[in-house]
């Protein structure tokens, strides 16, 4: 694991500096020596955070699947590659973080057997058997015991508040950032998002910006959900 780089940046005066982790990219699940299931996310979201935080004066982890990004100055870095490392990373991780970000595509389904050797096409089809991944958010609080702010994303193709609202429920999220994904030049390998913050007790609709100018304003309602009285 990278040696912890202490960051430079002057903090805003009434803010604490806090540690933030944050899982971004694809997963990648092998199939065979060379082939693996994976998807359209290019991490840019979950970079543009990590780099948004640090200009806030905060320390991130950031936990990746394989992009073709640089990793922000300053953040510590782990590269992971399929949805069962993620897993393993954030479980040893987490407990020592105030605030945790969940951007990552992972996939949901893994193939059930890696075949050691490549697959060689033999029969008019194919089929696969797939299993479940285990579910890294929905493990924050009850698998993990995380007793910090935590923020998932939810992509959407239809009904995007509703949706957003059951993964809030279901995940036990302090807030999820719920972006349809179904329109053009928003979320997946896009470099602009147009986001709904999905709050225990109301929403709010940011509007369509660059990843990186959406992050800081993502930064600033984290920090300050986090910093809510109570905390
Ligand atoms: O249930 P769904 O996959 O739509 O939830 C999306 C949220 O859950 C995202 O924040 C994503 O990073 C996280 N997630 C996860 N582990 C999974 C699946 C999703 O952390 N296996």
Same mark, same amino acid.
Do not use: W
């Given at each position: 694991?990278?040696?912890?780089?202490?960051?430079?940046?002057?903090?805003?005066?009434?803010?604490?500096?806090?540690?933030?982790?944050?899982? %971004?990219?694809? @997963?990648? +699940?092998?199939?065979?020596?060379?082939?693996? #299931?994976?998807?359209?996310? =290019? !991490?840019?979201?979950?970079?543009?955070?990590?780099?948004?935080?640090?200009?806030?004066?905060?320390?991130?982890?950031?936990?990746?699947?394989?992009?073709?990004?640089?990793?922000?100055?300053?953040?510590?870095?782990?590269?992971?590659?399929?949805?069962?490392?993620?897993?393993?990373?954030?479980?040893?991780?987490?407990?020592?973080?105030?605030?945790?970000?969940?951007?990552?595509?992972?996939?949901?389904?893994?193939?059930?057997?890696?075949?050691?050797?490549?697959?060689?096409?033999?029969? %008019?089809?194919? @089929?696969? +058997?797939?299993?479940?991944?285990?579910?890294? #958010?929905?493990?924050?609080? =009850? !698998?993990?015991?995380?007793?910090?702010?935590?923020?998932?994303?939810?992509?959407?193709?239809?009904?995007?508040?509703?949706?957003?609202?059951?993964?809030?429920?279901?995940?036990?999220?302090?807030?999820?950032?719920?972006?349809?994904?179904?329109?053009?030049?928003?979320?997946?390998?896009?470099?602009?998002?147009?986001?709904?913050?999905?709050?225990?007790?109301?929403?709010?609709?940011?509007?369509?910006?660059?990843?990186?100018?959406?992050?800081?304003?993502?930064?600033?309602?984290?920090? %300050?959900?986090?910093?809510?009285?109570?905390?």
């Amino acid at each position: 694991m990278p040696a912890l780089v202490t960051c430079q940046r002057p903090i805003e005066p009434h803010t604490r500096r806090v540690h933030v982790l944050i899982t %971004a990219g694809p @997963t990648r +699940e092998p199939l065979d020596p060379v082939r693996f #299931l994976t998807n359209r996310s =290019s !991490g840019k979201m979950g970079y543009a955070l990590a780099q948004a935080f640090i200009h806030a004066g905060h320390s991130v982890l950031l936990i990746s699947g394989p992009t073709a990004l640089d990793v922000p100055e300053r953040v510590d870095f782990i590269p992971v590659e399929t949805a069962a490392e993620m897993h393993a990373a954030v479980a040893h991780c987490l407990a020592r973080m105030d605030i945790a970000v969940f951007a990552a595509a992972v996939a949901d389904y893994t193939p059930a057997r890696v075949a050691p050797h490549k697959i060689k096409k033999a029969g %008019a089809t194919l @089929t696969l +058997e797939l299993v479940r991944t285990p579910d890294i #958010l929905g493990a924050a609080r =009850s !698998g993990f015991g995380f007793s910090g702010t935590l923020v998932g994303f939810a992509a959407e193709t239809e009904h995007l508040e509703a949706n957003a609202r059951a993964k809030l429920v279901g995940k036990h999220c302090d807030l999820i950032i719920a972006n349809d994904v179904s329109t053009a030049g928003c979320g997946f390998d896009s470099d602009t998002n147009e986001v709904l913050l999905v709050y225990p007790d109301h929403n709010e609709a940011l509007p369509a910006a660059s990843k990186l100018a959406l992050a800081h304003r993502l930064v600033t309602a984290i920090v %300050a959900l986090h910093e809510r009285p109570g905390n």
